[in-house]
T-cell receptor, first 114, second 112 residues
Framework: ETGVTQSPTHLIKTRGQQVTLRCSSQ?????VSWYQQALGQGPQFIFQ???????GRGNFPPRFSGLQFPNYSSELNVNALELDDSALYLC?????????????FGPGTRLLVL | AQSVTQPDIHITVSEGASLELRCNYS??????LFWYVQSPGQGLQLLLK??????LVQGIKGFEAEFKRSQSSFNLRKPSVHWSDAAEYFC??????????FGAGTTVTVRA
């Protein structure tokens, strides 16, 4: 077990709706990253938060946003859902900001957009 | 273009046989290299990583990987596969930044 949990496990939304996915990191992990994994593909980096501020973003539009809280939890928000947003969303946390620190992944939230 | 390539989409191996999964990267510099495993309903678990030093890296669950700079490869191996090794395996790279860039993955099926 990685000590990283995500909720909900599954979610169904319709196009145009908004969704919030949640992640709870290990205590002391001040860096959290979010990834999108479409079916049959590897995970794609969405963004990273460090000490409650976004400090890196992949090739995702602004309708993907996030929050990180002092209690080591975080959220991924997606507005104006599109069919292509259907995917497994993974969060990963680590204790420090450095690249060499191991990232611990949660089990993911599977989002289906109809 | 910068990329991580896993040439084999699906590999079937008999239990007790050896396994090798291929990974090639295309970047200007040598990245940090990782192998992750993903079982159904599970998150990604780190098997091993290479940053520098000895090019043969030992990981968990009996896996090892060898970094070959001349071939831009980081292949994963296991001498004797167990049924519990059936999963999807991802090669990933990172630089001195924050993100992992993953290959498309290789699905491993283990037959009795």
């Amino acid at each position: 077990e990685t000590g990283v949990t995500q909720s909900p496990t599954h979610l169904i939304k319709t196009r145009g709706q908004q969704v919030t996915l949640r992640c709870s990191s290990q205590s002391g992990h001040n860096t959290v990253s979010w990834y999108q994994q479409a079916l049959g593909q590897g995970p794609q980096f969405i963004f990273q938060y460090y000490r409650e501020e976004e400090n890196g973003r992949g090739n995702f539009p602004p309708r993907f946003s996030g929050l990180q809280f002092p209690n080591y939890s975080s959220e991924l928000n997606v507005n104006a859902l599109e069919l292509d947003d259907s995917a497994l969303y993974l969060c990963a946390s680590r204790a420090t900001h450095g690249t060499q620190e191991t990232q611990y992944f949660g089990p993911g939230t599977r989002l289906l957009v109809l | 273009a910068q990329s991580v390539t896993q040439p084999d989409i699906h590999i079937t191996v008999s239990e007790g046989a050896s396994l090798e999964l291929r990974c090639n990267y295309s970047y200007g510099a040598t990245p940090y290299l990782f192998w992750y495993v993903q079982s159904p309903g599970q998150g990604l678990q780190l098997l091993l990583k290479y940053f520098s030093g000895d090019t043969l890296v030992q990981g968990i669950k009996g896996f090892e990987a060898e970094f070959k700079r001349s071939q831009s490869s980081f292949n994963l191996r296991k001498p004797s596969v167990h049924w519990s090794d059936a999963a999807e395996y991802f090669c990933a790279v990172s630089f001195n930044d924050y993100k992992l860039s993953f290959g498309a993955g290789t699905t491993v099926t283990v037959r009795a």
